[in-house]
Every structure is written in structure tokens, then in C-alpha cells.
């Protein structure tokens, strides 16, 4: 088996995502994320959506609640801070609020990055984009 010159990069990674076909791309974490941060939201567990509470409440894995206020807006990667679901990631666009059980990453469009999304008893649940662990 012949070695491969370090000097030549990769185009191709050694694990592959299902509905990743694109060469590798490289880049530094801050050209894609503009925050990083805890959830820290308060807010009222278990209502519903309606006219008085259009916005999501984003928990460690997918929408918990819904609020009549948001402090959060733009384009998140989210995932569990501690227990079973950490590194598990999601993906949410919008005004929202974040539980403090949820690490976010705020950051630019990213066109390539895949989703499922669903509606679960009036909820949007988008399924986790891929896993760490």
C-alpha cells in the first residue's frame, strides 16, 4: 500500500454522512458561527401554539413550548448540554427562546446542512442533523 503525501489534501473524508456528496470543504469555526452560548430563556412549560404564543421554545432536542415573546433570532445548530442527547445536533431558524439545558450555535446560512422536519401534535421536531458521540 503506497503512502499518501501529506502535502495532498483530502477531498474526501473517511466517514461520510448519508446525503453528504460534496468534496470536503475546510473552514475555521468563526467564518460559520457568529455566538455560542447556554440557553437562558424563561419561560412557561407545556403550552401550545396560538395567535398569543407564536414563538418556539427550543429545548436540548427539538420545540418544548411555545412563548408570547422571543429572545433569540437567526440560524442555530442546538444540542443537549449534559446527559443522553448531548453532541446529538438539530437544526432551527427563527425568533424562539433556548432552555438552559440547550448549548446553540449561532450561525450564518449554511445551504448544505440536511434536515427532516416534522409536525408532532403542532410542534416542529426537525431530526438531528448527524452525531458526535
Do not use: C
Not at 449554511?110 to 452525531?131: D, T
Request: no cysteine.
Amino acid at each position: 500500500m503506497a503512502k499518501i503525501d501529506d502535502s495532498v489534501k483530502k477531498k474526501v473524508p473517511e466517514l461520510r454522512f448519508p446525503g453528504f456528496t460534496d468534496d470536503w470543504e475546510e473552514r475555521k469555526l468563526n467564518e460559520n458561527v457568529e455566538n455560542i452560548g447556554t440557553g437562558r430563556s424563561s419561560f412557561k412549560a407545556g403550552l401550545d401554539y396560538s395567535e398569543q404564543t407564536p414563538y418556539e421554545v427550543l429545548g436540548s432536542t427539538s420545540v418544548i413550548s411555545y412563548s408570547d415573546s422571543f429572545d433569540h433570532s437567526g440560524n442555530f445548530v442546538l444540542t443537549a448540554r449534559v446527559g443522553a442527547n448531548a453532541g446529538n445536533l438539530y437544526k432551527h431558524s427563527g425568533n424562539v427562546k433556548i432552555s438552559d439545558n440547550t448549548v446553540y450555535y449561532a450561525i450564518q446560512p449554511i445551504q448544505r446542512l440536511q434536515r427532516e422536519v416534522r409536525w408532532i401534535g403542532g410542534a416542529k421536531v426537525e431530526k438531528p442533523i448527524l452525531n458526535l458521540m
